[in-house]
Nanobody, 121 residues
Framework: QVQLVESGGGLVQVGGSLRLSCAAS????????MGWYRQAPGNQRELVAS???????NYADSAKGRFTISRDNGKNTVYLQMNSLKPEDTAVYYC???????????????WGQGTQVTVSS
């Protein structure tokens, strides 16, 4: 079993910053992609940012220039630094990790439980 535990969400004013963390634990042989999605009420879940094991990153247009994704492979943890937050960033943020539990197994996507980010104006 693989578990992803998120932390760092909360309430922040417009223009403020938050840092989300997501730690993976359990039967982990290797992790490929890690990243963050978000889902606002009434909207579909959308990709915010992703990062490969060797540090290649990808961002949604809405996140470019404001958000920074990073990871610590030794801790199986991914981070999302969010700056210059806007009301439209309000959503539940979900982390994910593509995990292989053994050398002979393929990668499977696991999800965190979600953490609420609310940006007030």
């Amino acid at each position: 079993q693989v578990q992803l535990v998120e932390s760092g969400g909360g309430l922040v004013q417009v223009g403020g910053s938050l840092r989300l963390s997501c730690a993976a634990s359990g039967s982990i042989f290797s992790i490929n992609y890690m990243g963050w999605y978000r889902q606002a009420p009434g909207n579909q879940r959308e990709l915010v940012a992703s990062i490969t094991r060797d540090g290649r990153t990808n961002y949604a247009d809405s996140a470019k220039g404001r958000f920074t994704i990073s990871r610590d492979n030794g801790k199986n943890t991914v981070y999302l630094q969010m700056n210059s937050l806007k009301p439209e960033d309000t959503a539940v943020y979900y982390c994910y990790a593509e995990v292989a539990i053994a050398r002979t197994e393929g990668f499977r996507r696991y999800w965190g439980q979600g953490t609420q980010v609310t940006v007030s104006s």
